[in-house]
């Protein structure tokens, strides 16, 4: 049921054509460039410190393509500007003309605020320039670990319910992120989840979970006896 499910899908928006999402909530916005652009369908380095794990399951082109759409969804920048304002946050200088996804932090410290394509490139950009020594964005202090997941699918669904309102033949992503470091104090780790409901057009239509990440912090193994810190944020 499910396969031929998903192949009326398929032949339901191949009638509809391949037109760019325009229907987004309310502030939000898709970048069209990061829609199309390639990312790794499955890369796991699990060797050494400093580790990564994406899997993106998606099995034919149209799930491809909504997958590449959900995940160049963006917030308001707007609101998001205002968030970092009102809570005195610094989100630095590459906040500049770019699609944000944060509202909080810089380099390894950065508290995604929703799951994008733009949070993918950047904790695996760091993971990757920290498996070779380089620590830039770390304030070149060395870290004794870090570790980064991403994990993100997209299934058909007959009927999907948002905050009460009826969806019906849609796809639905679910994303999730994980990013936590250890810099020898403290063992920062944050988690976000992002649900985006998307017609078979490509149309985004309700997306959940943005602003909602989980974040803890718990002191490192490697702590220094008699070494007391205060994490302001």
Not at 4 to 33: E, K, M, N, Q
Not at 95 to 115: E, F, K, M, N
Not at 158 to 173: H, I, L, M, S
């Amino acid at each position: 049921m499910a396969y031929l499910r998903r192949i009326r899908f398929i032949l339901l928006a191949a009638l509809i054509g391949t037109t760019p999402a325009g229907a987004t909530p309310p502030g939000y916005f898709v970048d069209s460039t990061q829609a199309s652009a390639e990312r790794p369908r499955n890369l796991v380095v699990s060797d050494g410190d400093f580790t990564l794990s994406i899997q993106r399951s998606c099995y034919t082109r149209l799930e491809e393509r909504l997958m590449g759409i959900a995940e160049a969804t963006y917030p308001p920048r707007d609101s998001l500007l205002v968030l970092a304002i009102e809570r005195a946050n610094e989100i630095g200088s590459d906040s500049a003309r770019t699609p944000l996804w944060w509202c909080d932090g810089l380099g390894v410290s950065r508290v995604p605020y929703a799951v994008t394509a733009g949070a993918l490139e950047f904790y695996k950009n760091l993971s990757e320039r920290f498996r070779h020594h380089n620590f830039w964005g770390a304030w070149d202090h060395n870290l004794f670990w870090t570790e980064f997941v991403y994990k993100a699918t997209i299934a058909p669904r007959a009927e999907y319910y948002v905050e009460g309102q009826r969806f019906p033949e849609v796809f639905v992503v679910e994303m999730n992120l994980a990013w936590a470091f250890d810099d020898g104090t403290f063992v920062p780790q944050s988690i976000a989840h992002r649900i985006v409901v998307l017609a078979p057009d490509g149309d985004v239509l309700a997306v959940q979970g943005d602003g909602e990440t989980l974040e803890t912090v718990s002191f490192s193994v490697h702590r220094r006896i008699g070494y007391t810190a205060k994490v302001f944020r």
